[in-house]
């Protein structure tokens, strides 16, 4: 299975890299010096000068994500907002369990970069409630 996302947003019009392959072996990080030139929708800057830049992926960190929720109430107590940092290409699904071993999936969402807010009412009368977050790259 092939999951293909963009590592950069921006034109960068037609370049020829330059690849660190010593990093890219030892550690499993992409960087490379680029330099945009005109072509394929490429404009460049008003004083026509193509700045040089370099991009960085980390992709040890990017496949080995393990994101942290974090849980907070609303000030009245009736709302609970599960919060977790996304990635890209990666879905993230909530459970929810009032006794740990009967789990309902509560809600699905695609990782966007951002931090994902899961925001559920508080059930009153209710003395515990358990959430679980998992996630997968490509989705479920």
Known sequence: MWIQFELATENLGNYEPSIDNELWARERQLHFLYQPAGGQGYTSPANTASRISVLEWDAAAYFNQQPQPAVAFSADKKGITISCPSEPSWAYRLWS??????????????????VLEFVQAANLGESKRFWRNEYKEGGF
């Not at 369990?97 to 951002?114: F, L, Y």
């Open 97 to 114: 369990s009032t006794n740990m071993q009967d789990w309902r999936a509560v809600e699905t969402r695609v990782g966007t970069g951002a």
